[in-house]
């Protein structure tokens, strides 16, 4: 098994400069053409840290802890803990994840569990960005609250940034000559995610020097009342333009402009949310929709854990090229701006 001393004798430097490196530890410490050299030759050599060794020595098990409500069963949940795995990697981190589908209970559990396992902190994943109480289980370590805000305040935490989705989805629409734009939004008024998209939406309106009509803004749920919803909608305020909370709800725009001998793209135009591997992509025309950087906030979710474990900024590191860019680390509130992606459900 090759150690550090052999890297240190192969590459002509002291072992604290090769422990340095090895532990990601170099950037503002070890000129990047040494470190480069060290790590060419770890690799040579077929280097394996000892994560054992490591943990007895450090009093760190560099593991993290994965909790979620439900994200973990929803579609789009892969992406936020791809990112959180990747940038884990990439930090020499191994990432733990569990599901608590929202029972308070088995969450308690899970995280008693994950503390049992000498986790080094947790990230707590959220659904729909949403206002919440950090569990007391998470408090003593580390913690950074993905798709969610601290209600006390406490953790960082990062969100998309919802006002922005809403202005940037309504501007298209205005860009694309809709006169008459609803939205349809969730019937939840509780998300955080609503407000923002709403805000946006009527901000846009406004710099845009329309009147904002009250009629034009709806709430739903889904199935047939949320079709009776977006039918009613048609028949009384002829939209020409839909801003949807998200993919799902644009499905029905669809339909009842169907039902009504419309077509998308030519007479109506539509923006959902979340680009949904389903409904964006299967959708005829193809919807556009603004995409919830998912990936990047479960990236930048473990760099801002890993700072605070290591007590020290990681703003140097090189990152992946992502749709949406990464936020920087420094303050406790991140928002992302998430990226509209157009398709072709919006009139040229």
Request: glycine share 8%.
């Amino acid at each position: 098994m090759t150690t550090m001393k052999e890297i240190a004798e192969r590459t002509g430097v002291s072992i604290s400069t090769v422990s340095l490196v090895l532990n990601n530890r170099d950037v503002g410490r070890v000129k990047p053409t040494v470190a480069k050299k060290v790590r060419k030759t770890a690799e040579t050599l077929g280097y394996k840290p000892n994560p054992l060794a490591r943990s007895l020595r450090t009093s760190k098990t560099r593991i993290l802890g994965f909790v979620s409500d439900e994200i973990a069963t929803t579609p789009y949940a892969g992406r936020l803990i791809l990112g959180a795995q990747d940038a884990a990697r990439s930090l020499g981190y191994m990432l733990l994840t569990v599901n608590t589908n929202g029972d308070a209970e088995l969450e308690d559990h899970e995280i008693s569990t994950l503390r049992q396992y000498g986790v080094d902190g947790f990230i707590y994943a959220r659904m729909f960005n949403q206002r919440t109480t950090l569990p007391e289980g998470v408090k003593p370590l580390p913690t950074v609250l993905l798709d969610g805000s601290d209600a006390d305040g406490r953790a960082p935490s990062i969100v998309p940034d919802e006002e922005s989705i809403g202005y940037d989805a309504t501007r298209h629409l205005i860009r694309a000559g809709c006169r008459s734009i609803a939205y349809i939004g969730a019937n939840d008024r509780t998300y955080a995610a609503d407000t923002g998209r709403r805000a946006g939406y009527r901000r846009a309106l406004q710099e845009a020097g329309r009147r904002f009509d009250p009629g034009l803004e709806v709430g739903t749920t889904f199935n047939q009342p949320a079709l009776d919803v977006v039918e009613r909608l048609f028949d009384e305020r002829h939209p020409d333009g839909f801003f949807c909370f998200n993919d799902a709800r644009a499905w029905y725009v669809y339909e009842a402009a169907a039902r009504r001998g419309l077509v998308v793209a030519r007479d109506v135009s539509v923006v959902g949310v979340d680009n949904h591997r389903i409904f964006a992509e299967t959708l005829a025309p193809r919807l556009t929709t603004v995409d919830l950087p998912h990936y990047e906030m479960g990236y930048w979710s473990t760099l801002k854990l890993v700072s605070l474990i290591e007590h020290r900024s990681l703003g140097g590191l090189p990152l992946p090229e992502t749709r949406s860019p990464i936020p920087p680390l420094d303050g406790n509130a991140a928002r992302i701006h998430c990226t509209l992606i157009d398709k072709e459900s919006v009139r040229r």
